[in-house]
């Protein structure tokens, strides 16, 4: 049987992050890392947007907000210190409706509170700065930048090893319980003990904290984000990151123009009901995940409170034309050939039983163990302070 002090399951960039930090405040400890997949940041963690979100739109006062602002700064600090590359371009929240200029400004009181940089900028000077962006006002975050998360949580896990820690690929947990001692996992590859375990299943979330005995009052609602690569159009097409002001009923932030790492620009994501968890594209479909999220009373809830949004995310899903029309607010001079089908991603949200779609990071604790239950957006941007927050919570504070 093989045994560990303390064992991280999941290895996306919550999960490696975790490890990293477990492991820096008790480097004596054997500590053990458990992924399903063959290789590290497959699911979430290499599916997103790779932006580095300063933290503007997050409620003043949430994990959100103050694990934001300090991830940013974290990522920038792991990226410098180990000769990962990113890049500080900015982001421009662009309004093109007079009706969008008080939740702009609602939002610049918003970044003000949160302690972000944030700037009103007029429909001339955003025209001066981006000539190709059609706006009647923006904001100016220059705290925003862009990374490849991927390369971040390669580089965590090499770390991780490097020091002494044990990554397993290709072993997925299945079921475990508690005892007096610590924890027993079964998982693919045999039984494992280990004295305590933190789960950052992402999109399995809700099941290992079920498999572990516990009875979670909220189940992972799967949103698939699918993107366009932008083709045909000049290297300096935008300098900065393009959003729209995000609709408050809403959930997600919009469909935005993203410069790459490595050259160029998506479009994305938009937000719909994925069928199959890791369900990437448009026809996957899993039965187990369906009747999951359908058995889930909280799933009915948010559709009735939702209903147009989620109306409006699918017909653009369908239809490139209806989604070109999201991005041409912005963006007029794109036309349908200068989309291509990129790869989509799919967010872990969690939603309770009442239906609400839960907003901040949420944990849950038994004795020996700490599940990461809901680490959407900005998660990626949020690992490193969630990883001192776990540690601080498993460990004690230190
Ligand atoms: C479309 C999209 C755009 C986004 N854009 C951004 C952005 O620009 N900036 C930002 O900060 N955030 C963004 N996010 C959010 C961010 O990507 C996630 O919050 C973050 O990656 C979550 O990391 P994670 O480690 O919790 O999850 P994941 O990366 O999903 O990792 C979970 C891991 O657990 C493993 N696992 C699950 N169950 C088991 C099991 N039973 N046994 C073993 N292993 C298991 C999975 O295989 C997986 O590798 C975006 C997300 C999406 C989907």
Not at 80 to 108: Q, S
Not at 111 to 116: L, R
Not at 127 to 150: C, F, H, K, M
Not at 301 to 313: I, K, Q, S
């Amino acid at each position: 049987m093989k045994t560990a002090d303390l064992v991280i399951i999941g290895g996306g960039i919550v999960g490696l992050a975790t490890a990293l930090e477990l492991q820096r405040r008790q480097p004596k400890a054997r500590v053990l890392l458990l992924e399903k997949e063959p290789a590290v940041a497959l699911h979430q963690t290499g599916r997103n947007s790779g932006v580095i979100h300063a933290g503007v739109y997050y409620a003043p006062g949430s994990l959100k907000a103050r694990f934001c602002r300090d991830g940013a700064a974290a990522t920038r600090a792991f990226c410098d210190a180990h000769g990962l590359p990113y890049e500080d371009c900015g982001k421009l929240i662009v309004a093109t409706d007079p009706a969008e200029l008080p939740r702009m400004e609602a939002l610049f009181q918003r970044a003000t509170a949160n302690g972000i940089p944030i700037e009103s900028i007029s429909a001339t000077e955003a025209r001066r700065w981006e000539p190709n962006i059609a706006a009647i006002g923006a904001l100016w975050s220059p705290a925003t930048g862009i990374v490849d998360y991927a390369v971040v949580a390669r580089k965590m896990a090499e770390i991780f090893i490097a020091q002494g820690g044990t990554v397993e690929t290709g072993t997925c947990v299945i079921a475990g319980r508690e005892s007096a001692q610590g924890i027993r996992l079964t998982t693919s590859s045999g039984p494992i003990t280990a004295g305590k375990a933190v789960f950052c299943a992402g999109l399995h979330a809700d099941r290992m904290a079920k498999a572990m005995g516990l009875a979670p009052d909220f189940r992972i609602i799967p949103f698939r984000g699918e993107y366009f690569r932008i083709l045909n159009q000049p290297a300096d097409l935008v300098r900065r990151l393009i959003y729209p002001v995000p609709d408050p009923e809403r959930p997600f932030l919009g469909v935005h123009l993203t410069r790459k790492m490595g050259g160029g620009f998506t479009v994305g994501p938009n937000a719909v009901l994925a069928m199959k968890r890791e369900g990437y594209a448009r026809s996957d479909l899993s039965p187990g995940d369906l009747a999951a999220t359908l058995g889930w009373p909280g799933f009915w809830r948010m559709l009735v409170r939702n209903a147009g949004p989620a109306v409006g995310e699918l017909a653009a899903s369908v239809s490139t034309r209806l989604y070109l029309k999201k991005v041409q607010r912005y963006a007029p001079q794109l036309t349908r050939a200068d989309l291509a089908p990129y790869r989509a991603g799919v967010r872990a949200q969690a939603v309770a039983r009442d239906g609400r779609l839960i907003d901040d990071f949420l944990f849950l604790e038994s004795r020996h163990a700490l599940h990461v239950c809901n680490a959407p957006s900005p998660a990626a941007t949020a690992a490193i302070p969630i990883a001192s927050h776990i540690a601080d919570r498993l460990l004690g504070a230190g």
